[in-house]
């Protein structure tokens, strides 16, 4: 699993663009800047951030570059404190403990703090503003003395209401001697130009740059969004600070035309460009970018020594930053760096590389690292229900599947998963000629749903699902897929003989000569729920289950196959040698068994007792 939070490591080759900014903020030479870092959500606007304070950090310790961060989320204010007051609090909050830190313009920060606070205080309500400007206690207080003024008069005054009465009145003239001095002469123009020069003067006096990081900005409701921006206007442009602000600017123009309601496009352009001097936008991933991140995310969750992590990180970024020369990162570049990758981590590697095409042009995800990252972690969600319900999925036919569910036509995906369940073997058959065709190169003509550049392209996709059991890959699935319910296809009473499969699945004999009657569309069904319960077993010696399976595959050839199937594809490692004489005589058993014998998981005990079974001839060559 991969957690959604911003990094620092660097998986996308940004790390040449974060330079840039950097150098850029550096060059400044104290000359206050602002940057704008765009793009559009999940893009790696926030790890682009990480990767810029990165940069700056390492540079802070000589004496012509010293910086200070400070690190402004709008969107967790949201809802809970007026966003303008709370940027400027933070920023004057971290100038304050760097004074304190360096023993220097720690006078010029306590008057920067005093400063805000009335800034804080000038921001409580239009009223209350006005209020103040008169020397008079904010409204709302106002509004509380008014009130226990009126029950005083029509003598409703209880013991509580008297010592309200005495709390209200020192609350409103305490507010008023707190926030208006006696000789006050100021004005909100004056403040603010005071507030600005008092930042100045202790970035001055400090030594220091000031880098506001702002991110999340459009995740923000407009009225967020425009609080964070005037606020960010009205410390623009003061000397040794630097603004970076990442943000989607579609969205902020969108906030700027709700809150100034009228406004016509170009002015909307005007009010963003004039904050932002320096516009960068996150580059958007090509195939190589995609895969060279998909291959980056398994090789960071992988068992390898962390130093060799580092080592084929740095190696892919830069060889992404030589795809201009036609340099590729693919998994034989990777096994240019390491000859001895784990076989586990090879088969990630080549989905990966199989994938990453239809996940940089898929509309449902178009090389989107977020989306890319949800995407892998949905993956190994389901791979984890398979391990631990035994259903054996493969991790390419899920991986193959889960696209299309994320990417493809819904009404096409809904058609798929009809056939799937409506199928006898849990296959859709109608994908083979397709499959084969779109491999071959042929012309496809399909008709809607299925007119989807993506389709074809999917059909391309290794491995092939037309002739796949894919009722294993929708039980794992079914948070987007209803559960099959074929039992309700049966009759009442053949509804009463699968009940008595399921829950006494050792008698099953008893009841044969009654299943033999019944229709063999319903014996398939029947067999669907018997191989469903026994997709939970984890050890495959001869559990109660597997009698009622033998039974309906005696009765009817077809679930024999199926049956013969479903024992090829159990974990190797769940399969135990006592099953070998308990199926040894059927029909389908040959190819169970060779199947056992090729899979290295399977043990020796097993194996030998194939081999020895071969040996006596006691195994069926039908």
Not at 322 to 327: E, M, R, V
Request: charged content about 25%; overall charge negative; some cysteine.
């Amino acid at each position: 699993m991969w957690t959604d939070h911003e990094t620092d490591q660097d998986f996308l080759n940004f790390g040449g663009v974060a330079r840039t900014v950097a150098e850029i903020i550096k060059q400044a030479h104290a000359c206050p800047i602002s940057i704008g870092v765009s793009g559009a959500w999940g893009v790696g606007k926030s790890s682009m951030i990480k990767l810029i304070h990165r940069e700056l950090s390492t540079c802070s310790t000589s004496e012509s570059n010293k910086f200070i961060f400070v690190e402004f989320n709008a969107w967790l204010y949201q809802g809970y404190d007026d966003a303008r007051a709370a940027l400027i609090e933070v920023v004057a909050s971290a100038l304050a403990k760097e004074a304190q830190d360096r023993k220097s313009g720690v006078e010029k920060t306590k008057d920067l703090l005093k400063r805000v606070n009335w800034f804080r205080a000038a921001k409580l309500t239009a009223g209350s503003a006005a209020a103040i400007a008169m020397g008079l206690p904010p409204l709302g207080l106002l509004d509380e003395v008014f009130t226990l003024g009126k029950k005083a008069v029509s003598g409703q005054l209880d013991k509580d209401d008297v010592d309200e009465i005495k709390t209200t009145t020192k609350e409103a003239v305490e507010s008023t001697s707190g926030l208006i001095k006696p000789k006050n002469t100021s004005s909100p123009p004056k403040e603010i130009h005071a507030l600005r020069k008092s930042f100045e003067e202790a970035l001055e006096e400090i030594g220091v740059t000031l880098v506001v990081l702002i991110d999340d900005l459009d995740r923000c409701l407009p009225e967020t969004t425009i609080s964070t921006l005037e606020a960010i206007r009205l410390l623009l442009f003061l000397k040794h600070t630097a603004f970076v602000i990442a943000a989607d600017d579609q969205m902020i123009k969108h906030a700027v035309k709700q809150h100034f309601k009228g406004v016509d496009d170009d002015l909307v352009t005007n009010y963003f460009d004039k904050l932002i001097q320096v516009p960068i936008r996150v580059p958007p991933l090509g195939t190589q970018e995609v895969r060279a991140y998909m291959m980056l995310l398994f090789i960071q969750n992988s068992s390898l020594d962390p130093q060799k992590k580092e080592m084929i990180r740095n190696q892919v970024c830069g060889q992404l930053g030589k795809t201009w020369q036609g340099k590729r990162v693919d998994l034989p570049f990777l096994r240019t760096l390491d000859s001895e990758l784990p076989d586990e981590l090879i088969a990630r590697l080549d989905a990966a590389d199989r994938l990453a095409p239809l996940m940089t042009s898929a509309t449902g995800i178009m090389g989107n690292p977020r989306l890319i990252k949800r995407f892998l972690n949905a993956l190994s969600i389901r791979m984890a229900m398979s391990h631990s319900q035994g259903v054996g999925v493969d991790e390419s036919v899920l991986a193959k599947m889960l696209l299309f569910e994320r990417c493809g036509d819904s009404k096409a995906y809904a058609a798929l998963i009809k056939s799937v369940t409506e199928s006898d073997q849990g296959t859709p058959g109608f994908l083979t000629d397709w499959e084969q065709r779109a491999i071959a190169g042929d012309e496809l003509n399909l008709k809607a749903p299925w007119d989807d550049p993506f389709i074809i392209e999917w059909l391309r996709l290794t491995p092939q699902l037309g002739m796949r059991d894919l009722r294993g890959v929708l039980y794992v699935s079914r948070e987007h897929v209803p559960l099959i319910t074929p039992a309700d296809r049966l009759t009442s009473e053949v509804a009463e003989l699968l009940t008595a499969l399921l829950e006494h699945p050792d008698m099953a004999r008893s009841i044969k000569d009654r299943l033999v009657s019944v229709p063999r569309p319903e014996i398939s069904v029947i067999m669907d729920c018997l191989l469903d319960r026994a997709r939970q077993i984890q050890e495959w010696g001869v559990p109660p289950i597997l009698e009622a399976c033998l039974v309906v595959a005696e009765i009817d050839p077809q679930q024999g196959q199926r049956l013969a199937g479903f024992l090829s594809d159990r974990p190797g490692i769940q399969v135990r040698a006592n099953i070998v004489p308990k199926i040894e005589d059927q029909s389908w058993a040959k190819s169970v068994f060779s199947a056992w014998e090729k899979d290295d998981e399977v043990s020796k005990p097993v194996k030998s007792a194939i081999k020895q079974r071969r040996k006596n001839g006691n195994i069926s060559i039908k």
